[in-house]
Nanobody
Framework: QVRLVESGGESVQAGGSLRLSCAVS????????MVWFRQAPEKEREGAAL???????RYADSVKGRFTISEDDAKNTLYLQMNSLKPEDTDRYYC??????????????????????WGQGTQVTVSS
């Protein structure tokens, strides 16, 4: 049973930084794609950043240069470092995983249905 648990979301002022974490447990394949999605109320989830098992990373234009996705293999943890936060970054952030694949497109090209494993999300609120 794969389990993803996000943490690190909180309320911050614009211009601030946060680091989100996603702890992964259960079945783990050496080949995978992991994505940080975000979702505002009544909107679809949109991919913000992804990392493949080969270390390749990709970002949505809206976060490029401000967000950094990384992983600690020893801890089976995925991170999202978010800098220069803006009020429009206010969303619930989810990590998602799919094993045995490589993501060849940008994160904003993927939908919820493309990933089998999800965490429960963590709320990020950025005030102006």
């Amino acid at each position: 049973q794969v389990r993803l648990v996000e943490s690190g979301g909180e309320s911050v002022q614009a211009g601030g930084s946060l680091r989100l974490s996603c702890a992964v447990s259960g079945y783990i394949n050496s080949r995978y794609c992991m994505v940080w999605f975000r979702q505002a109320p009544e909107k679809e989830r949109e991919g913000a950043a992804l990392i493949n098992s080969d270390g390749n990373t990709r970002y949505a234009d809206s976060v490029k240069g401000r967000f950094t996705i990384s992983e600690d293999d020893a801890k089976n943890t995925l991170y999202l470092q978010m800098n220069s936060l803006k009020p429009e970054d206010t969303d619930r952030y989810y990590c998602a995983a799919e094993f045995g694949v490589k993501c060849g497109n940008g994160p904003d090209q993927y939908k919820e249905a493309d990933f089998a494993y999800w965490g429960q999300g963590t709320q990020v609120t950025v005030s102006s």
